[in-house]
Every structure is written in C-alpha cells, then in structure tokens.
Nanobody, 121 residues
Framework: HVQLVESGGGSVQAGGSLRLSCVASGLTYHSYCMGWFRQAPRKAPERVAIIASDGYTSYADSVKGRFTIDKDNAKNTLFLQMNSLKPEDTALYYC????????????????WGRGTQVTVS
C-alpha cells in the first residue's frame, strides 16, 4: 500500500523560497511517475511538476524556471524546490504517485498525500 507524506510548506513573502518533501512508503515499482499537484481555493487541482522513474521531468508553464523537482531514490523521498515564489503559488500542494508509466505519465494519479499548505504574501 503506497503512502505519501508531505512536509515543508509554510508562509513566505513573495520572492522567497520553500522546499517541499514527500516521503513515500510501500513503493515496490521499478517503473512509475511521481510529482506534485496543487489546489488553490475554489480552483481545480493543477499539475505542477512530474518526474518519472527514468528521470524524465515536466513542469507547468506557470512554474518553469522557478520550480525544480527531484528525488532521492535511496530515501524514497521526492522534493520540490520552489524559488521566486508569487502570491498565485498559494495553494495546498499534494504529492502524487502512479505506477502507470509507459513512455509517458498519466494525466491523473492514483495515490495522493494529504497535502502541505504554501502561502505566499
């Protein structure tokens, strides 16, 4: 059973940085996609950044050049480095995982963490 636990959220001023972490357990897959979604109040969830088991990454246009996704396979931990934060980045950030990776990652993900709040003022 896959479990995802996020941490690292908080409140920062515009232009600041935060680094989110997601510790995953129950991962027994060699081929997978992981990533981050976010949801702001009264808005639909938005895919922020994705990384596949082969190292492929993709980013939403709104965060390209500011956010970086990476992972520590030895520690089963996923990261999201967020720089030059803007008020519009304010949202609940979710770590996601899916074992369906055949050349590309799915649009929807099977496993979600509970989220960590990021507030930029």
């Amino acid at each position: 059973h896959v479990q995802l636990v996020e941490s690292g959220g908080g409140s920062v001023q515009a232009g600041g940085s935060l680094r989110l972490s997601c510790v995953a357990s129950g991962l027994t897959y060699h081929s997978y996609c992981m990533g981050w979604f976010r949801q702001a109040p009264r808005k639909a969830p938005e895919r922020v950044a994705i990384i596949a088991s082969d190292g492929y990454t993709s980013y939403a246009d709104s965060v390209k050049g500011r956010f970086t996704i990476d992972k520590d396979n030895a520690k089963n931990t996923l990261f999201l480095q967020m720089n030059s934060l803007k008020p519009e980045d304010t949202a609940l950030y979710y770590c996601v995982f899916d074992a369906r990776f055949v050349g590309s990652c799915p649009q929807s993900f099977t496993y979600w963490g509970r989220g960590t709040q990021v507030t930029v003022s």
